[in-house]
């Protein structure tokens, strides 16, 4: 049994940290002199953390409410739509016998703006701009962010797109219907479809938008983890979660401006009557004058964005995992160097895969061999990061609570889709397989699920660190076991669905009489949907909830962790540390060593004690 | 990183930086590293394009390559700017600022007049894309140019204020300085690009 030594970190900053004189800098605090600059324009890394969280959170309540409207559509065609007429107006119309149906252009809008919302403004913004946010100034020791001006930029970028998409979607013509995606013709063309018109323009303005919040914010990231690390804090000294938000945001940096490029000549065709995109194409019977443009273009753009933003997403979850998994089970994650070179691989692999989303868009077979062996080498790195996720837990001290089980959670999913993910990297087998249930089942497991696991793990394990309160164990206990098991239940049918060829987006099955018996699998997944997107209510609930009258923080670090974050007081004001800054002496997984439960990173060498990091 | 030398940066230092580089200073790094991703996409989309066929065959206006020796030049008066700058000659310092800055707005007018000469020989911006690619690639260029130029004229502003050589001045200055050359050799590399392709 390990002993449990209390550490003072008060004494422990005293006479080791690092005198910056900061204080001397500032006369008066400039950044939290009003209501205005303290909550709403503010500068400080751990408002800012908060603000992408909180938005992010509606942004996750409406594109699930997206879901699970398109997934009554799906489930239930039969039963009217009558009584969501107040939320949607004039997208259901209702006959003389009272039954309500969707307009078929609207359920495309849903779907669309499911993926946009999900994928760009809840698990870029709300997943790593929350997390980068709040962890990196405190895990490297610094006072906030390299330049905290560009970084509150970053938050109302990303607000503005959020602001541009929003009223979107009240547009008479819908918001954008094309997939979110956006591929040409139907994003090119305003009279291709309702939404393809002011629908389109506003979707694009807002993702132009949203790509400048993201940059800012990445620039920023990297630069405080390159140049504002704290005395003794070496690269490798570094927590996972601080190496995992430093590779998403060089990938955001890399990838985000290509994606600004395919929007630029997007719009060029729109507004400028050029054909970068479209070539001999008619609408309505009519031909149009474009010659000369290449649809396949804009998605390879598209995609050498797209790939790397699936890790974009992902790898921020990793590393809040990592670091849960290893605070909970009381151990060293297993593996540390081999956790950071397998991300680095898969940073690496994923600018070199993207065109395995273009299989069947009539790419050269032979290109395509090329990108089946990248894609399948990801499987290696991804199963380095399993193994070591499971021997981290293996023989571990596991103190089983919300935050660990979400983490746990996350190790089931990442599995569960990142098999899949092998079926799919096959160009041959993609042959039957595209455009299927089995691509929705496969990434929303690998991607979507895990991804919100990640988040969740992390939302729990440092709610205290946001709040100095703790959210209620039983209504996490309740959001983790409803949300695994009926997350499992959404997906996992839509794996049967794929194989037998149905295809995804598609609004009915009714002439489809190969599909008929899939009916009642199709009602399944709706309610199993339902009850999941009843427990992310109870999730919002208890976060609310918890803000305000959850368990009070009474130590500063609740959880035993060795990391720098839980060294500063618990209502930490701004520029974390009233005095010095913490210093750091060891590598951050000194759990378990020499009979001691955890050293945390701030407490000295023993003399003869050599440092795990190195 | 060696212990030893990071704290005898720090001793130096009244605000600890781990880089060598001024955090500023390295994010504008960043920044353009994002920037270069943008048109090497577009210089990428470019060449699948042509590689397609259907793709029209012209000469580029000599006003493009006159214009690239306007920009250069002004990287040239930037360079001088900063040296006068650090040997506190606040009168030269004054008048290369100056310089850069018209040399920019020049750069920006002869590229209008180039779209217009394009536009003139028949490869309008709505034609074949070979030549909507050229207006597209040179437009958002000059867009940067505009970014850059907005920076140097909070540069002159200050250059024509009361003398200061103060050592955040010249942070500002290199910054700025860095920026212009990059926009410089990029326009550069683009014409290059152009005319090989």
């Known amino acids: ?614 | 990183m060696d212990t030893g030398m990071m704290e005898a940066t720090m001793q130096k230092a009244p605000i600890q930086y781990t880089g060598k580089w001024h955090p500023k200073k390295f994010a504008l790094m960043l920044a353009m590293g994002g920037i270069i991703m943008m048109f090497s996409a577009l210089t990428s989309a470019y060449i699948v394009r042509k590689g397609a066929g259907n793709w029209l065959e012209f000469k580029l206006p000599a006003i493009f390559l006159y214009n690239t020796l306007v920009l250069i030049m002004s990287s040239v008066t930037a360079h001088l700017a900063y040296g006068a700058f650090k040997k506190e000659d606040l009168l030269r310092y004054r008048w290369m600022t100056a310089l850069t800055f018209v040399l920019g707005l020049l750069f920006l007018a002869l590229q209008v007049v180039g779209w217009q000469q394009l536009k003139a020989i028949g490869v309008p911006l709505d034609g074949n894309p070979s030549g909507s690619f050229i207006y597209v690639i040179s437009g958002t260029h000059a867009a940067h140019i505009l970014g850059g130029l907005g920076a140097l004229f909070l540069g002159l502003r200050a250059a024509f204020g009361p003398a200061n050589f103060s050592a955040s001045r010249k942070l500002s200055i290199q910054l700025v300085n860095v920026y212009w050359h990059f926009v410089d050799v990029l326009w550069i590399y683009l014409i290059i690009f152009f005319i090989l392709q």
């Open chain 1, 1 to 614: 049994m390990a002993n449990t030594r209390v550490y003072d970190e008060d004494v422990l900053i005293e006479t080791n940290g690092f005198e910056d004189h900061f204080h001397e800098h500032h006369h008066g605090d400039k950044y939290q002199t009003s209501f205005l600059t303290h909550y709403i324009f503010s500068q400080d890394h751990k408002i800012i953390a908060r603000q992408f969280l909180i938005t992010g959170m509606f942004w996750g309540l409406v594109g699930a409410m997206m879901s699970v409207i398109f997934r009554l559509q799906l489930g239930f065609p039969e039963e009217s739509m009558a009584w969501i007429k107040p939320l949607l107006g004039k997208w259901i119309t209702v006959n003389e016998e009272g039954f309500g149906t969707l307009a078929p252009e609207f359920y495309y809008a849903l779907v669309t703006m499911h993926g946009t919302i999900l994928v760009f403004f809840v698990l870029t913004a709300g997943l790593s701009g929350t997390f980068s946010n709040l962890l990196i100034p405190f895990q490297v020791g610094a006072r906030d962010m390299a330049s905290p001006l560009l970084n509150m930029f970053s938050y109302w970028f990303f607000f503005l797109a959020g602001v541009v998409m929003f009223f979107s979607l009240f547009l008479s013509t819908g918001p954008f219907a094309g997939g979110w995606t956006a591929y040409p013709p139907l994003s090119v063309l305003p009279q291709a479809s309702s939404g393809s018109g002011a629908g389109m323009t506003l979707w694009t303005l807002s993702l132009v938008l949203f790509v400048v919040s993201v940059l800012l914010g990445g620039i920023n990231y990297v630069t405080t983890v390159l140049n504002m690390r704290t005395k003794g804090m070496s690269m490798w000294r570094m927590p996972l979660t601080i190496w995992a938000f430093f590779i998403t945001a060089i990938l955001g940096i890399l990838s985000f401006p290509v994606l600004a490029a395919g929007f630029f000549l997007l719009m060029c065709d729109r507004t400028l009557g050029t054909s970068f995109y479209i070539s001999e194409i008619f609408v309505g019977g009519q031909a149009l004058e474009n010659v000369g443009g290449s649809p396949i273009l804009y998605q390879h753009l598209f995609w050498f964005l797209g790939h790397p933003e699936v890790y974009i997403i992902i790898l921020p979850a990793m590393g809040l995992v990592s670091e849960v998994l290893s605070v909970h089970a009381r151990k060293p994650i297993f593996g540390y160097k081999a956790m950071v070179f397998s991300m680095l691989a898969i940073g690496f692999l994923s600018f070199i895969v993207w065109a395995h989303h273009m299989f069947m868009s009539g790419v050269n077979p032979f290109l395509s061999n090329f990108f089946v062996v990248f894609t399948l080498i990801i499987a290696v790195p991804s199963a380095v990061k399993v193994f070591n996720w499971i021997t981290t837990l293996y023989k571990g001290n596991i103190r089983f609570n919300s935050a660990s089980l979400f983490a746990i959670g996350f190790v089931s999913m990442f599995i569960s889709g990142g098999l899949t993910g092998i079926f799919l990297g096959n160009s041959t087998l993609d042959i039957q397989l595209h455009d299927t249930y089995f691509v929705v089942a496969h990434f929303h497991i690998v991607m979507g699920v895990a991804a919100f696991f990640g988040m969740f793990a992390g939302v729990y394990h440092w709610f205290p660190r946001m709040f100095g309160r703790f959210m209620n164990e039983t209504m996490g206990r309740v959001h983790f076991w409803g949300t695994l098991i009926g997350a499992y239940a959404v997906f996992w049918p839509m794996h049967y669905l794929g194989m037998a060829g149905v295809p995804r987006r598609y609004y009915s099955f009714d002439n489809f009489d190969t599909f008929a018996h899939f009916d009642g699998m199709n009602k399944f997944i709706t309610i199993a949907a339902m009850v999941v997107f009843a427990l992310q209510v109870l999730f919002v609930v208890n976060f609310f909830y918890s803000i305000f009258k959850g368990r009070v923080q009474k130590t500063k670090n609740p959880w035993g962790a060795t990391t720098l974050e839980w060294t500063a007081p618990i209502d930490a004001p701004h520029g974390n540390w009233p005095g010095k800054i913490p210093a750091v002496h060891r590598w951050p997984y000194d759990y378990g060593k020499d009979g001691e439960d955890f050293i945390p990173q701030i407490v000295p060498l023993a003399e003869g004690e050599k440092d795990q990091g190195h």
